[in-house]
Structures are given as structure tokens and as C-alpha cells.
């Protein structure tokens, strides 16, 4: 090597080695860059700050358990009890609860040593370990309480509402009513309402035991009172679950339906007219350029609520992504195939049948069957939108603020449901295209 071809190469070793450290300072304050800007466009010390960790605890205990109140209206004297407050859960005359003892004064029993005692005259005694006895009185619309002015954190009072949260459960009390909530464990209710004489039943007795309804056997009984359970709406459930499978299911059969004609015309091997092929490639733009949301508020207005109307939200988008994908699949069909068909004198129709088709049908299954499973959890939130499917029953169990136990039970059903459109795409796609992911 010369001198001088070594000086060339001594260069341009520098020149990388200049080009290699800039990029590896520049990548890094890039980074540091944004990652800045992230840290004030969120606003994440006010996050911080407006984070509440006992909320989230609320949360995902109600998650998992269940509340049972205990209710005294103040106008009449009526003590009620009912699983997370519903009518449906209410306990029939004559029930109540075990830790609920007494007549003239009744007793509810906390547990940990707190107790609460509806006493007659709409009077309250609360008590709880290391803290003086509460009394309360309901009179019209306020409430007097021999609470001192320096209150502890977890009670909160004033003349016309005093709130006590405990370890062991909460005790409001207003003019109108004294209320206790007591947690356990469990999805109360889940299988039969306390109405139902399977209630607090084993399932060995109801396969084998006695006959407890005479007018029904124990199974079909079983079976009946759980499907139209009040509380947890099983039925409804299904039904719902079958809507937004539905509503999956007809927009994505429908879109490439829809589309695999239009690919022809969008495909420059089959299309040679390029205005042709130009406006419809630019059709598939406008529909899938628009997401399937924004298609469902539009067409929630024109037709209504309603799982038809996310059905079609969910054509008129994958009609423009289906349509793009299959063109780009006649692209790239195999000439040679297509000749050899021609050949034995087909006609155009017949070229395409058994020249083209059988070339794409893999890719266009493929694709149909991975769209099918992604738009069922899109389903789920358009259904939200439009009024139906499962989306629209946990957007209301989540709205209430009430009953998390029914959000988390919606949830573990949208998941299953995923899962399982997903083995099944998997299956089917296998079945069909002769392999398996």
C-alpha cells in the first residue's frame, strides 16, 4: 500500500470513528430531549401529586369482594338488608345476616371488636377499639354526635353527614338513614339471589340431594335460576358476548366481501386504466384513513344505536385496509399460472377463478382471520359507542362507581373471549391454509 492510499485510508477511518461518536451523542440527547419534554407535556409531578393510593386500594379490593349493607331508613324505622345495596339483593322478610343480631336494639357485629347499635329513636352508638363511644342522633335533616372538633383522618363530619371509615368497614349517617357496609370476600350472588332456593346450597346436593323447589328438579331449576340470575344478568352476559361477536364477525366478512372486487380494479396487473386504478386506491384511503370509531359516531346519527351500526363502522374500515392489502397480493401473483389456465382456452372470468384466486387465497385468509379476531376486542369498545355488545354493559358497570366486581367479571370475559377468537382464527386459519402459526 502507498503512502498515499494509506493517508486515504487513515481518513476516512477518521471520518467514521468522527461520524460513529456523533451518533452515539446524538442518539442519547435525543432521547434526553424528549423523554424532558414528556416529563412536563403530562404533567407528571401533578400526577404524582393527584394520585391517590387508597382509591386504587378501594379499587382492587372491590374487585374482589363484595359489600353488604345495612340500612335504616330514619323516617320509619325500616332496617334493610341487601348485598351491594340492590333491590335484587335485598334479603326477604324474615332473613338477615349472622352477624346482625337483636330486636329492639339491633346489633351489627363488624368484626374486630366494631360494632354498631340502631338504637329506637333514630339514635346510633358506634364502637370502636381505642376510640370513645360514638352516639349519633338523626333528627329531620341533621345529625348531633358527641364527636370532638380534632377529627382523626378516616372520619368525616358535619351537622348533616358523618362518615367513619374502619378496617373493618364503613358507617354513614344523614337525617334520612343510617347505613353500615360490610365486606367479605367473593362475588356474592354470582351463582343464585337469595330468593332461590339453590341459595347456600352445595352442588352435591343439588346433583344428588332431595328435591328442594317440588316444582322443578334440581338441575333444570339449578340451571334456570343461575341463566336468569338478576344480580349478575348471565343471560344479558351471553347475549352481549354474541352481539359483539356478531358485530366482528359481519364487518370483517362484509369489508372483504367488499373489497376483493375492488383490489382488481386497484391492481395495475389487472386494471390498466390508471384513473380507474388511482380513484380507487384513493376510495381505500378515505375509508380506512378514518378510524372505525369516528365511522361509529357518524353512523350512529344516521341509523341509530346499535350493534348494525358498529357492524358497518367496522366494514367501511377494513373495506379500505382489506382493499389495500389484497391489491398489493394480486401484485404479485405468479404470471406463469395465470398463462398456463389461458392456455386451455379460459375465458377471463375463469383465469381469474383458477389462475389468481387460489394464488392470494392464503394471504386473503390470513388476513381475514387475524382482522376477525383484532376487530372482536375493537367490537367491545365501538359497542360502547353505539349500544351494544358486552362494550355497552361495562361501560355502564363502570359508570356506577359501584359494583367493580361486575367490571372485573366483564373484563375476564372480554379476555376469554380474545382468547379464544384467537385459538380459534388460529385453528380455522390452519384448517384451512393446510399450516399453523
Known amino acids: 500500500m502507498t503512502a498515499v492510499e494509506l493517508h486515504d485510508t487513515k481518513l476516512a477511518a477518521e471520518k467514521l470513528f468522527q461520524r460513529k461518536r456523533i451518533i452515539g451523542f446524538g442518539i442519547p ?3 434526553a430531549v424528549y423523554l424532558t419534554y414528556i416529563f412536563f407535556a403530562f404533567d407528571l409531578p401533578g400526577l404524582a401529586e393527584r394520585a391517590n393510593l387508597d382509591n386504587a386500594v378501594t379499587l382492587a379490593s372491590d374487585s374482589w369482594s363484595h359489600k353488604v349493607h345495612v340500612t335504616r331508613d330514619n323516617r320509619s324505622g325500616e332496617i334493610t338488608y341487601a348485598v351491594e345495596g340492590e333491590r335484587k339483593g ?11 343480631s337483636g330486636d329492639e336494639v339491633t346489633t351489627i357485629d363488624l368484626g374486630g371488636d366494631h360494632f354498631v347499635r340502631y338504637l329506637p329513636d333514630n339514635r346510633t352508638e358506634i364502637d370502636i377499639p381505642g376510640f370513645p363511644l360514638i352516639t349519633a342522633q338523626a333528627e329531620g335533616r341533621l345529625v348531633t354526635t358527641n364527636l370532638p372538633d380534632d ?8 351537622d348533616r353527614r358523618v362518615g367513619i371509615t374502619t378496617p373493618e368497614g364503613r358507617i354513614t349517617l344523614t337525617g334520612a338513614r343510617t347505613e353500615v357496609f360490610n365486606y367479605f370476600p367473593g362475588w356474592e350472588l354470582f351463582w343464585f ?5 339453590y341459595h347456600g ?12 323447589d317440588p316444582n322443578r328438579g334440581n338441575i333444570a331449576g339449578a340451571v334456570s335460576d343461575w341463566w336468569n340470575n338478576a344480580m349478575w344478568r348471565h343471560k ?15 364487518g370483517t366478512m362484509g369489508g372483504a366481501i367488499i373489497a376483493l372486487p375492488l383490489a382488481f380494479l386497484a391492481a395495475k396487473r389487472f386494471s390498466p386504466v390508471m384513473l380507474l386504478r388511482a380513484a380507487t386506491r384513493r376510495l381505500f384511503d378515505f375509508v380506512r384513513g378514518v378510524d372505525a370509531l369516528i365511522w361509529t359516531v357518524v353512523l350512529a346519527r344516521a341509523f341509530g344505536p346499535g350493534p348494525l351500526t358498529g357492524a358497518l363502522a367496522i366494514l367501511i374500515t377494513d373495506t379500505g385496509t382489506f382493499g389495500k392489502i389484497f391489491s398489493e397480493a394480486l401484485e404479485n401473483v405468479d404470471q406463469k399460472q395465470i398463462e398456463g ?9 375463469q383465469r381469474y377463478r383458477f389462475g389468481v384466486i387460489p394464488q392470494v387465497v392464503p394471504v386473503l385468509l390470513a388476513q381475514i ?13 365501538i359497542g360502547a359507542i353505539t349500544g351494544g355488545g358486552i362494550g355497552l354493559m361495562l361501560t355502564q358497570a363502570i359508570q356506577t362507581q359501584k359494583d367493580w366486581e361486575e367490571v372485573a367479571y366483564y373484563i375476564i370475559l372480554i379476555i376469554a373471549m380474545v382468547m379464544f377468537m384467537d385459538w380459534f382464527s388460529g385453528w380455522l386459519r390452519g384448517k384451512l391454509i393446510g399450516r399453523k402459526d
Open 29 to 31: 440527547a435525543v432521547i
Open 90 to 100: 335485598t334479603y326477604p322478610d324474615g332473613m338477615r345476616p349472622a352477624w346482625v
Open 151 to 158: 377529627l382523626p383522618d378516616w372520619i368525616s363530619a358535619t
Open 193 to 197: 339471589t337469595l330468593d332461590s332456593p
Open 201 to 212: 346450597q352445595g352442588l352435591g346436593t343439588i346433583l344428588f340431594g332431595e328435591q328442594l
Open 236 to 250: 344479558d352476559v351471553a347475549w352481549a358476548i354474541g352481539e359483539t361477536v356478531l358485530m366482528a364477525f359481519l
Open 341 to 349: 389456465v389461458s392456455s386451455t382456452g379460459a375465458k377471463p372470468l
Open 369 to 381: 382471520l387475524y382482522f376477525l379476531e383484532s376487530n372482536t376486542r375493537s367490537a367491545t369498545i
